[in-house]
């Protein structure tokens, strides 16, 4: 296996290996993961696997979870299908995010394989959240000591539910608080873990950080957006052009990704394992 950097920061493409023999090889796969922990996404083409293989990998990182509301192959447990339509083109794609932070335990680690997928568009980015983190003005992080955040699975997808779905997902799933700053439990980095599951900061107003009254609201939402904002420095990107069999790993802890919705009427396939346990403080 060869590893091949992609950015000074974030992102390496996996040469000379197949995830079929990574899933059922323990060196190898401890090769894969070591390598994961360290450039936070990988990137693999030509993976020509099965849905059995793509789970069988992705559950030597940990236990396999569903989700609430994409579709998942009876034969292949833990498999997700994330299929768009020519007719769904229009449609609201995402923003900068960690896989999951709704629940309590979040997703550890994504196993994600291009099925079918446009001749140009709908690349995916991430960014590393470690860096963004230590980048940070000292004053900053000195506010953010303590603070929380409330985390919603509404907050992305409430527009395409009815109320009585909505009602149904909060029962099932209600929301969360987690710390802003969270610790990697593997590597003892400092994340910045917002994201666009997150919806407010739940306890910003104390003497430290509010003057009085109306600054609840100003100063709390506007170091909100900042901290969202994050995500956005290109420094701290990488950016992955999908074609068929392309397949990306990525440490959900220490990144956020960004699907980019610019391509045309078309088919965009995608198929995606996802690993629990991430236990966010």
């Not at 794609?93 to 140009?120: G, I, Q």
Request: charged fraction near 25%; proline fraction near 5%.
């Amino acid at each position: 296996m060869r590893i091949e950097p992609i950015t000074c920061h974030i992102g390496a493409e996996l040469l000379d290996i197949s995830l079929r023999d990574a899933a059922y090889d323990d060196a190898l796969f401890n090769e894969v993961y070591a390598a994961l922990l360290k450039h936070r996404v990988l990137f693999l083409r030509d993976q020509d696997i099965s849905g059995k293989d793509h789970v069988a990998f992705a559950a030597r990182m940990g236990e396999l979870e569903d989700h609430p509301v994409l579709p998942t192959p009876e034969d292949t447990p833990g498999l997700v299908r994330i299929y768009k339509t020519p007719e769904q083109s229009g449609s609201y794609e995402n923003v900068w995010h960690h896989d999951n932070t709704w629940r309590a335990v979040a997703s550890k680690a994504c196993v994600l394989r291009c099925v079918e997928c446009p001749p140009v568009g709908g690349d995916t980015m991430w960014a590393n959240m470690v860096l963004a983190y230590e980048k940070l003005p000292e004053a900053v992080k000195t506010q953010l000591e303590g603070l929380r955040a409330t985390h919603s699975f509404l907050e992305m997808v409430h527009s395409a539910m009815s109320p009585e779905k909505q009602a149904e997902i909060l029962a099932k799933w209600p929301n969360v608080d987690h710390d802003v700053v969270q610790i990697h439990p593997e590597t003892g980095e400092k994340i910045l873990a917002l994201g666009g599951w997150a919806t407010h900061f739940s306890n910003f107003h104390s003497n430290g950080r509010v003057r009085c009254g109306q600054d609840i609201w100003q100063s709390g939402g506007d170091l909100f957006q900042y901290l969202m904002a994050q995500a956005c420095i290109p420094e701290y990107q990488v950016r992955w052009r999908w074609k068929k069999n392309s397949v990306a790993i990525w440490d959900n802890r220490s990144t956020q990704h960004y699907a980019v919705h610019d391509y045309p009427p078309c088919h965009r396939k995608m198929e995606r394992a996802s690993v629990t346990g991430w236990h966010l403080s």
